[in-house]
């Protein structure tokens, strides 16, 4: 009975900004490790990481961006609430796709370094939320 339900994709211009959002629900309180990320899709592409975070143990966390987003792109969550944030900044033409969340509980941290960027990673999917940028 788990779903997650991304939103605050929109049609911006290049340089814009928007803020994603996703929510789960249907999951329990705490999890020794949670593994999240954004993905992001367009039409005759394969599906690829934005940005992926560990969360382990005393909330020691660890975030990985994508090159292509890097200073561009910002994660935030509440671990918690199982809620994850993606704000995105300066928004380009090639940012347009459609945007997924993803994430796992219990993942081991060399899982994580191993395969984080993998979408077969996580178990966990919303349907996604389109992020349209032009001109």
């Known amino acids: 009975q788990v779903q997650i339900v991304e939103s605050g994709g929109g049609s911006v211009q290049p340089g814009g900004s928007l803020k994603l959002s996703c929510t789960a629900s249907?999951?329990?309180?705490?999890?020794?490790?949670?593994?999240m990320g954004w993905f992001r899709q367009a039409p005759g592409r394969e599906r690829e990481a934005v940005v992926t975070?560990?969360?382990?143990?005393?909330?020691?966390?660890?975030?990985d961006y994508a090159d292509s987003v890097k200073g561009r792109f910002i994660i935030s969550r509440d671990t918690i609430k199982h809620l994850l944030y993606l704000q995105l900044n300066d928004l380009k033409t090639e940012d347009t796709a459609m945007y997924y969340c993803?994430?796992?509980?219990?993942?081991?941290?060399?899982?994580?370094?191993?395969?984080?960027?993998?979408?077969?990673?996580?178990?966990?999917w919303g349907q996604g939320t389109q992020v349209t940028v032009s001109s």
């Open positions: 993803a994430q796992d509980v219990d993942c081991s941290y060399s899982d994580y370094v191993r395969r984080a960027s993998d979408a077969g990673s996580y178990e966990y």
């Open positions: 249907g999951l329990t309180y705490t999890y020794r490790t949670i593994c």
């Open positions: 975070i560990y969360v382990g143990s005393g909330d020691a966390v660890r975030a």
